[in-house]
């Protein structure tokens, strides 16, 4: 490994609860306490009446469709998403909240068919069922064998990195943490004596220094860092002013990728400093497909962000991106017009932090500095 370029596979929101849990083997109790649907099988025939019949039971894979080979034939050295879905079987439900998330504990299968080396789980749906439901969805993860970062039984296991050794001197160090904007609740907050996930309360330059401390503690020569941060609103291109200088803090302080979302499209890509910053991943796998709502945002685009850095410094050497739609729940590559359109908004919307977003090979999207700057 030593000499050459560490990759990185960066997904957005997963969320595997409510209709995409139906569709799986095992679904799970449908009853939904909602406004607008009492029933997560609504979700399924509002997919199917947008695009075609989805099986029913699908397979453990048929959510990541086309994104599975596409990860199989980068083979990056290292898989993080965001999970944003309970895995349990609690009907403890979590208060004040209009749209909760569940998975059944026995489609877990579907999970791991993408081998994450990293869950992120600092954000506004771990919770949805309760301290019962994040001890069940913790242990059930645990038990699959997939790591996770960002919710543990107290203050000190949320917060603590999850480690993915990539050979010689490298590490992967990913810290999770979301903060009030996103829709976590404060009463969420890990303490030292109650379960919870890792909360910032905003982007304020004192909450970056005190993360970036706990960066460069746990980091040793060779650590590349991943801050996976769940932040800001679901939906618009907007970044704030304070999100921006919390980003750069992060960087300034050690931190080498800034991994954010929580919108449900992607937002501006910047390159600082040599490092990358996503503002927003945007979903990956939801059961938003047939929802009319917020369509100028083209939702149903999904992107797979592969990330190469350089080996000791974690420089960003290369970003390639993969258009994928979302289709009778399934990932499947995005058409040509598609690709362009989102290369024409990804461009757009990041020209004002120091990065320019070209045509790939293959289809794809690749992400450079603006100006002729240096990685």
């Not at 068919?113 to 994040?134: E, F, I, S, T, W």
């Amino acid at each position: 490994m030593r000499g050459e370029p560490a990759t990185l596979f960066l997904g957005g929101d997963v969320m595997l609860g409510r209709g995409v849990d139906q569709i799986l083997p095992h679904p799970g109790n449908p009853v939904l306490q909602e406004t607008w649907l009492k029933d997560a099988r609504a979700y399924v025939e509002l997919a199917e009446a947008a695009n075609g019949p989805i099986p029913r039971p699908a397979g453990f894979a048929w959510p990541w469709g086309d994104a599975l080979r596409v990860l199989d034939e980068a083979a990056p050295d290292a898989r993080i998403l965001n999970l944003e879905t309970s895995v349990t079987q609690s009907d403890e439900i979590a208060p004040g909240k209009e749209v909760r998330y569940r998975m059944h504990p026995a489609n877990l299968p579907c999970l791991a068919a993408a081998r994450p080396d990293v869950c992120a789980l600092a954000n506004n749906h771990v919770l949805d069922y309760g301290r019962r439901g994040l001890e069940e969805t913790l242990d059930a993860l645990l038990g699959a064998g997939l790591q996770t970062a960002g919710a543990g039984r107290n203050a000190v296991e949320a917060r603590r990195p999850a480690i993915v050794p990539v050979g010689g001197d490298i590490r992967f160090l990913v810290f999770s943490f979301g903060m009030a904007s996103s829709g976590i609740p404060r009463n969420w907050a890990a303490t030292e004596d109650r379960s919870g996930v890792d909360f910032v309360s905003g982007p304020s330059l004192t909450a970056a220094a005190q993360l970036a401390t706990r960066v460069r503690q746990s980091k040793r020569p060779g650590d590349i860092t991943v801050a996976s941060i769940h932040w800001g609103s679901n939906w618009g291109y907007d970044v704030s002013r304070d999100q921006i200088r919390f980003a750069h803090a992060l960087v300034d302080g050690g931190v080498d990728v800034v991994h954010g979302h929580s919108s449900h499209h992607a937002r501006p890509l910047e390159v600082y400093g040599g490092k990358l910053i996503a503002y927003g991943c945007g979903d990956l796998i939801d059961d938003y497909e047939g929802i009319g709502s917020y369509k100028q945002y083209r939702d149903d685009l999904r992107l797979l962000y592969l990330v190469s850095l350089a080996p000791g410094t974690g420089k960003l050497l290369d970003v390639r991106i993969t258009p994928l739609q979302s289709r009778r729940m399934r990932l499947e590559h995005a058409s040509d017009e598609d690709t362009r359109w989102l290369l024409g908004l990804l461009d757009r919307i990041s020209r004002g932090f120091s990065s320019r977003i070209e045509s790939g090979p293959d289809g794809t999207i690749t992400v450079r500095p603006a100006r002729g700057g240096a990685m």
